[in-house]
């Protein structure tokens, strides 16, 4: 499964980065590509997208599914 999630508060490569920490560390499976520009990050094999929001926003992302 595909989920786009929108890091509003991703705005630099450092952030991209800490996002993909948190990601590794939620979902160690899954591949993440973070887009600073467009303040998202496409995560590719979560099952459970609601869950991986979850994750995000315990470190402290403003995270959102988008669509």
Do not use: Q
């Not at 450092?14 to 990050?41: F, H, I, N, Q, Y």
């Not at 995560?43 to 979850?54: S, Y």
């Amino acid at each position: 499964m595909t989920s786009t999630i929108l890091i509003l508060n991703m705005t630099c490569g450092g952030c991209a980065k800490g996002v993909l920490a948190s990601v590794a560390a939620a979902a160690p499976a899954a591949r993440a590509e973070p887009d600073v520009a467009s303040r998202s990050v496409v995560v590719t094999g979560v099952a459970d997208p609601a869950g991986l929001v979850a994750a995000l926003r315990a470190d402290g992302w403003n995270a959102t599914l988008a669509g």
